[in-house]
């Protein structure tokens, strides 16, 4: 008996630990005899933890709650990215009173001229994504519904002649719109 806990000493192997897999990744690990542990590391636990549906459906809920309350939400409002600087810009060269990142709803329009009732959106490559494709026909249906005209301006880089002349090109599309509503 003294022999066996020698030699489980001397091994590394203690009488009040247990070898057991990760949940997440099958890993053997060693854990004491009387531990709840299932996962090899956090990472691997958060990992499990997002396969329960149950789980990710209370975390959306939650932080649906949250967004409608305002106490969350994108955290950048008071920034502005190169394409809604070069938009601010233009809007002003063009006396086009507007308000930046105005809120109507659950929505954040990123220019709203509201005397014309024009929701004018900047959208950059990230717009191009399934999932904000989605998001964005939500929110213009949303803000059409509220009486809004939306009208989306596909940002495009301005360091070529070609690109010039396409943003050239989008700004006289966005004045004969803003204009026919005199």
Avoid: P
């Amino acid at each position: 008996m003294i022999n066996d806990k020698v030699s489980r000493s001397l091994s590394g192997e203690r009488a009040d630990r247990k070898i057991v897999s990760c949940v997440y990744c099958n890993k053997k690990m060693r854990i004491r005899v009387s531990s709840r542990q299932k996962c090899c590391s956090s990472s691997c636990r958060a990992k499990f933890i997002w396969t329960r549906k149950e789980y990710r459906n209370n975390i959306s809920k939650k932080l649906k709650i949250a967004a409608e309350e305002g106490r969350i939400g994108w955290n950048s409002r008071d920034k502005i990215s190169y394409a809604e600087s070069f938009w601010k810009d233009v809007l002003d060269n063009m006396n086009i009173l507007y308000i930046h990142e105005y809120k109507v709803g659950k929505y954040f329009i990123d220019f709203a001229i509201k005397d014309k009732m024009i929701a004018l959106e900047i959208d950059g490559k990230q717009h191009e994504y399934e999932d904000r494709i989605i998001s964005d026909k939500k929110k213009d249906n949303f803000l059409k519904k509220e009486g809004w005209i939306v009208h989306r301006i596909k940002w495009n880089e301005i360091n070529s002649v070609s690109g010039k002349k396409l943003m050239k090109q989008k700004i006289e599309n966005f004045f004969q719109v803003w204009a026919s509503l005199v």
